[in-house]
C-alpha cells in the first residue's frame, strides 16, 4: 500500500521542478547565458530524476 504523500513527490514537485527549469532553458538560450541554461538543464534532469530516486525509497 502506498503511503498518501506520494502523489506530492511524484506529480507536484516533478511539474514545478520542470516548469522553472524549462523557463531558465529558454531564458538562457535567448539572453545566452551559460550558467542559467546549465542550470535549467540540470533543473530539468533532475526533475526527471526526483521520482524515481524518492518513491523508489517511499513505497
Not at 33 to 46: E, R, Y
Amino acid at each position: 500500500m502506498a503511503i498518501v504523500g506520494t502523489t506530492i513527490f511524484s506529480h507536484i514537485i516533478p511539474v514545478i521542478l520542470g516548469f522553472f527549469a524549462i523557463i531558465l532553458i529558454i531564458s538562457g538560450s535567448f539572453d545566452e547565458d551559460k550558467p542559467k541554461l546549465g542550470l535549467g538543464i540540470a533543473l530539468f534532469i533532475i526533475a526527471c530524476i526526483f521520482p524515481y530516486i524518492i518513491l523508489s525509497v517511499l513505497v
